[in-house]
């Protein structure tokens, strides 16, 4: 069955830096376009960045020239380098293939002084 690993959340100053990483299995990583989504307290899960099987890639507004999203599909991992960061990127991050309804069980990330 597919299943997701996030990891490499964790508590940071504003403007600083995170690598999350996507350890992805039970389906064919390399043919599908993954994403990564987040949900803060209170608000609905939204989508954060995607990259295609043929690497291409697209950005929410909020997050467009600070994060990087990016992939090796020999490893079935994705990665999302987030610098810049904000108090309001305060939220749980997921992984999620744009194909299969099955999520990880997400990796926090806490943007604090």
């Known amino acids: 069955q597919v299943q997701l690993v996030e990891s490499g959340g964790g508590l940071v100053q504003p403007g600083g830096s995170l690598r999350l990483s996507c350890a992805a299995s039970g389906f064919t990583f390399s043919i599908n376009t993954m994403g990564w989504y987040r949900q803060a307290p209170g608000k609905q899960r939204e989508l954060v960045a995607f990259?295609?099987?043929?690497?291409?890639?697209h950005y929410a507004d909020s997050v467009k020239g600070r994060f990087t999203i990016s992939r090796d599909n020999a490893k079935n991992t994705m990665y999302l380098q987030m610098n810049s960061l904000k108090p309001e990127d305060t939220a749980v991050y997921y992984c999620?293939?744009?194909?299969?309804?099955?999520w990880g069980q997400g990796t926090q990330v806490t943007v604090s002084s």
């Open positions: 990259i295609t099987s043929g690497g291409n890639t």
């Open positions: 999620k293939s744009l194909t299969y309804n099955s």
